[in-house]
Nanobody, 116 residues
């Protein structure tokens, strides 16, 4: 079992920046960020490999968001720059199962609000 705790959400103006953090209780897993806006499905945002050497992003955030990890503290970050109003959502951190390689563990989410 992996526990994930997100933090760093809040209110930001359009074009502003936020950095989300996700503290994990275990190491060595591929980690990702997802977001879910009201009345919408959960959407993949970014992923980082267990080594930190590979990252992936949804096209809409490339060049503005950066996912990173600190292996010493088992923390994953999502730096979000030039935020847009349509990116307001609850952002979730997730970790992959080492068995199924699917996202099996989820945090409680952190709210990001972008004012226009």
């Amino acid at each position: 079992q992996v526990q994930l705790v997100e933090s760093g959400g809040g209110l930001v103006q359009t074009g502003g920046s936020l950095r989300l953090s996700c503290a994990a209780s275990a190491s060595g897993r591929t980690m990702g960020w997802f977001r879910q806006a009201p009345a919408k499905e959960r959407e993949f945002v970014a992923e980082i490999s267990s080594s930190g050497g590979s990252t992936y992003y949804v096209d809409s955030v490339k060049g503005r968001f950066t996912i990173s990890r600190d292996k010493a503290t088992n923390t994953v970050y999502l730096q979000m720059n030039r935020l847009k109003p349509e990116e307001a959502a609850v952002y979730f951190c997730a970790a992959k199962s080492k068995v199924s390689l699917n996202y099996a563990y989820w945090g409680q989410g952190t709210q990001v609000t972008v004012s226009s």
